[in-house]
């Protein structure tokens, strides 16, 4: 005879497995791409107008960088698959105790689940670049403890996974030598791949062909980076396997790293990728063209129907998500750090793309052609930008760091040198940041921003007699 216990209990155990099937569903057959929605920027539209954004590009799924409450709210009742993440500094601490990891969940997932349908749960981000060996031990615990939590609370089909960059990987040429790196321990890496296919879930990846492309433009095909078809094909040697295109190149070094670990059948999933759509002038083919060329590209290869996959896991749907939703101006580093949006911040798209991927590539308008597809030679200056908003106080410390570090950098600006004339903030800030920037570009890769108060510039501000130091490219 059925209790009314065992019949609730049925009902929950139908309900989980209709929601494990749609999203099994979801992964392998939809025609629809996520996108990272980064909030790294003063200048950003509100979470409220950045989802109805997403709603209006028919974005399949959406990712944060935490498990933002305002955002979660606002994601309730809409058809958003959502990707929210525990941030590195919480790994150690939910790794060391069960309850960390259910106060985390009752907090974060609670609350709005399942009217906002989150359906990832990402435990840090890009651990492995992070020289932190202790997070490295302590992720894999922290992601059994959330997964844990999970079940206890009868949610069955959030998956749990760990975003990983390509610097995670030793070797990827030819991608059948796709190898992890040997200073991470293999009882980690070995832990991690034994919980992601006990569990089902999906290796994430971060994979961007803009930068091995970038290093090496002159003799690698810019047309197979940006996942154009009937252009350059690679043979792999070992494998036998043909590529046609960068991205398959580097995430089937992945699928080769996984299989010598004795792990072949994880899914994997692109939790980021994109291409810049502007930077320095030192940086090579970051442009919108080549922007919209490749996500158009990538759209049509992930989104087709019956999956693609790549030549070592073909016909495999790919869940993919695209960095990002806006520019990020508060994001430090060289210039194309600021620019993967696919939005301007008052909501128009930088470029076209139709992230349904119904639309054919060709059916697009024509882009300008990009001036910056070939590496910059001549010299550059780094100055104060003219385009943000000055603040006196902000130059004056900016001044103060750049002159301060080292000898030689703001003799210039001396009473009665050269470049003392005129005395100008705007004028002496610019000096120390080029003399600066031309000092330790190269022996330390210093980069050319001090917080968005500085531009790179191909325009001499030499004058008179004061002579502005350059980086020769």
Known sequence: ??????????????????????????????????????????N?????????????????????????????????????????????????TIASDQSNANKWVQENVIPYYPKTQIRFILVGNEVFTNNDQKMWIDLVPAMRKIKNSLISQNIHNIKVGTPIAMDALQSTFPPSNGKFRSDIPNQVMISLLNFLNGTKSFFFLDVYPYFPWSKDPINMSLDYALLKSGGVTYKDPNSGLIYSN?????????????????????????????????????????????????????????????????????????????????????????GT????????????????????????????????????????????????????????????????????????????????????????????????FSSYWAKFKSSSGASCYFNGLAVQTTTDPSHGSCNFPSVLL
């Open 1 to 42: 005879m059925y209790t009314k216990k065992s019949i609730n209990k049925a009902i929950l155990t139908l309900m989980s497995l209709c929601f494990f099937l749609a999203s099994f569903s979801y992964a392998s057959t939809s025609n629809k791409i996520g996108i990272n929605y980064g909030r790294l920027g003063n």
């Open 44 to 92: 950003l539209p509100s979470p409220n107008e950045s989802i109805e954004y997403l709603r209006s590009m028919k974005a399949g799924l959406v990712k944060i960088y935490d498990a933002n409450p305002e955002v979660l709210k606002l994601l309730s009742g809409t058809k958003l698959r959502v990707s929210v993440m525990v941030t590195n500094e919480q790994i150690s």
């Open 246 to 334: 960068l991205l398959d190149q580097m995430l089937d070094s992945v699928v080769f790293a996984m299989r010598k670990l004795g792990f072949d059948d994880i899914n994997m999933a692109v939790a980021e990728t994109g291409w810049p759509n502007g930077g320095d002038v030192d940086e090579v083919g970051a442009n919108v063209h080549n922007a919209a060329t490749y996500n158009r590209n990538l759209v049509k290869k992930m989104t087709s129907n019956p999956p693609l996959g790549t030549p070592a896991r073909p016909k495999i749907a790919i869940p993919t998500f695209i960095f990002s939703l806006y520019d990020e101006n508060q994001k430090p580093g060289p």
């Open 337 to 432: 750090e600021r620019h993967w949006g696919l939005l301007h911040t008052d909501g128009r798209p930088i470029y076209e793309v139709d992230l349904t991927g119904r639309r054919a590539v060709n059916e697009y308008p024509v882009l300008p052609e990009p001036m910056n597809n070939r590496p910059y030679k001549g010299k550059i200056w780094c100055t104060v930008a003219s385009n943000v908003s000055l603040s006196t106080m902000e130059l004056g410390w900016a001044l103060d760091f750049a002159c301060g570090q080292g000898k030689g950098i703001c003799d210039a600006l001396a009473p009665g040198s050269m470049c003392y004339e005129p005395v100008s903030i705007v004028s002496h800030a610019s000096y120390a």
